[in-house]
């Protein structure tokens, strides 16, 4: 399997802690972790199998168009690159009792993004283990990548991960 690139933002926070969990599952020697807010489509065009992260801060509570502050400058870069090569597969923060109306909602506006230009997504995940009203990551019945609440269902965190992971390390190149 080629390296991974792992692009994620906001730093600080639970999205990336949810990073350091991947790196420590993968393998640290397999992968790089870059935060967006660093990043351009150069970067991201050195790897094939990509991860990205991020989380949804407020697409209710402030009517942000775009999905967090980290990601504003590396979302006009999704348009560079040359998406015949890649697999994505992406992971989502949010908080499912708070913001029950608008679970990962983030998660949906960045796949819905990639969709739009032919991206190949890996890693879509069942409802069925969740419990929310509405989300934008709904696309076809199924989230688009994997949502995880570390408000208040961290203890579910790390089999989420380890299951999504399995699965998405066999289909990377
Ligand atoms: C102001 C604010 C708005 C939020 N809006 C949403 C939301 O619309 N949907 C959701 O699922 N979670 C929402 N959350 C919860 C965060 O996504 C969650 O706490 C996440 O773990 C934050 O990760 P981070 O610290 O890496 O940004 C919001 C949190 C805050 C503080």
């Known amino acids: 399997m080629n390296k991974i690139g792992l692009f994620y933002g906001p730093v600080g926070g639970a999205v990336e802690n949810v990073a350091r ?3 420590k599952a993968v393998g640290k020697e397999k992968i790089d972790v870059i935060p967006v807010k660093d990043a351009n489509a150069t970067d ?19 009517e942000r168009e775009t999905p967090s502050k980290d990601w504003d400058n590396f979302l ?7 998406y015949s090569n ?13 913001y029950s ?11 819905r993004k990639l ?6 997504i890996i890693g879509r995940c069942s409802t069925s283990d969740y419990d929310f009203e ?6 076809d019945g199924e989230f688009i990548g ?19 992971l399995d699965r998405i390390l066999t289909e990377f190149k």
């Open 86 to 98: 890649k697999l994505f597969a992406l992971y989502g923060l949010g908080d499912h009792i708070t």
């Open 115 to 120: 969709l739009d230009q032919d991206a190949k």
């Open 44 to 62: 991201l065009d050195k790897y094939e199998n990509v991860i990205f992260g991020i989380s949804t801060i407020g697409s209710h509570t402030w």
């Open 101 to 111: 109306l608008h679970f990962v909602d983030s998660l949906g506006i960045l796949g």
């Open 21 to 23: 969990k991947i790196v």
């Open 146 to 164: 994997l949502g995880l609440d570390e408000d208040y269902e961290a203890d579910k965190t790390d089999k989420r991960i380890t299951s999504w």
């Open 76 to 82: 006009p870069e999704l348009e560079k690159i040359n």
């Open 134 to 139: 509405d989300s934008e990551a709904v696309i």
